[in-house]
């Protein structure tokens, strides 16, 4: 079992990256919004601020380098850019489903990275299945204390256990299980999606048990039904995940609907998220922090200075961007005439 799970690790790397693994028709939905450009900003450049708290932690920009990766000698790597670029430019960070370093924990160190980045906000991660099978407080106290982590992600992926084979399948009773989570670890637990999303009904029953903040995870980026149909080497599962390739509910959609709801919780947009000025939709429409994964992916399994140059573009969009919306600051965005639907 820990070798599967180690190979399925190795197997995902290697699919998001060589085949064509995202929704081939559902976009994210933040392409339906468009600033309204503010021909004289009445701003100089330089005064634009991108800085931001999330969970009590300061960022310089609202970026979260999404959770990937680990247990294998090429994610180590990619953990290890990761960080360092995250602690050089006061990102938050999040590390892949840390799963694999229960069952073996030989690969501890392909997720440690707290070393490297002692500063930045960092995420553990575990799968909420997982509480229904054998794991609990003690399994989520490991992973949180074996990262050194400010917080713990669980993610929620009942999608992608239809199309794994042998995948966790029973999600009877997880509220009850994530409130006993939520009320025993010492850190925020974060509820995450894997790319389809988070309706603002199941936000709100996740926020009432104790959940702190929500990352939508929305469609519109890489399907995770197609990744596991790639490695499936099943024809009905394979199948199933053609079937199931587009399903989900589009990034902007779960950002909106959730802010509606309730616009104190603290809210992670991802899925989909490609570009800075995205970025800037998403919190505009609500969210906190934007979360990247496949643009780092690419970047970080290519060089440390392919990874710094991704941020420094990100990081021109999003500035750019409240340039001409005449934004000084993030918060600027949320101004009710700056972005329009279309």
Avoid at 10 to 39: K, N
Avoid at 122 to 134: P, R
Avoid at 223 to 244: H, I, M
Wanted: charged share 15%; glycine share 10%.
């Amino acid at each position: 079992m820990t070798q599967t799970t180690q190979t399925r690790k190795a197997d995902h790397i290697r699919i998001c990256l060589e085949d064509d693994v995202q929704f081939p028709q559902q976009t994210s939905g933040l392409e339906r919004y468009r600033f309204t450009h503010a021909t004289l900003p009445e701003l100089d450049y330089g005064e634009v601020e991108l800085g931001t708290t999330f969970l009590g932690k300061p960022l310089q920009a609202p970026i979260l380098i999404s959770s990937m990766t680990g247990g294998t000698e090429q994610a180590q790597q990619i953990n290890q850019r990761l960080a360092v670029a995250a602690q050089a430019n006061g990102l938050a960070m999040g590390v892949g489903s840390q799963r694999v370093a229960i069952e073996k924990p030989e690969v501890w160190p392909s997720f440690q990275v707290r070393s490297l980045a002692p500063d930045i906000l960092l995420f553990a991660n575990l799968g909420a299945v997982q509480l229904n099978y054998t794991y609990g407080i003690d399994q989520c106290r490991r992973v949180v204390e074996g990262l050194e982590a400010d917080a713990l992600i669980l993610h929620i992926n009942p999608l992608q256990e239809c199309i794994q084979p042998n995948g966790d399948r029973n999600f009877g009773g997880l509220l009850a299980k994530i409130a006993t989570i939520c009320q025993q670890l010492p850190v925020p637990v974060i509820a995450k999606e894997v790319g389809n999303g988070i309706s603002a009904r199941m936000a709100q029953q996740l926020r009432e048990v104790g959940v702190s903040a929500i990352d939508v995870a929305g469609a519109g980026g890489t399907s995770w039904a197609k990744v596991e149909a790639e490695r499936a080497g099943d024809p009905l599962l394979y199948r199933l995940g053609q079937t199931f390739a587009d399903w989900g509910i589009p990034t902007a959609e779960c950002v909106t609907s959730i802010h509606a709801l309730d616009p104190a919780i603290p809210l992670i947009a991802s899925g989909g998220m490609r570009n800075g000025l995205e970025a800037a939709k998403a919190i505009a429409l609500g969210a906190d922090v934007a979360g990247f994964a496949f643009p780092f992916l690419q970047a970080a399994t290519s060089s440390p200075e392919a990874v710094q140059a991704l941020i420094d573009v990100l990081r021109a969009e999003l500035t750019t961007t409240l340039f001409c919306t005449g934004c000084r600051t993030l918060q600027g965005l949320r101004q009710a005439h700056i972005l329009q639907k279309v």
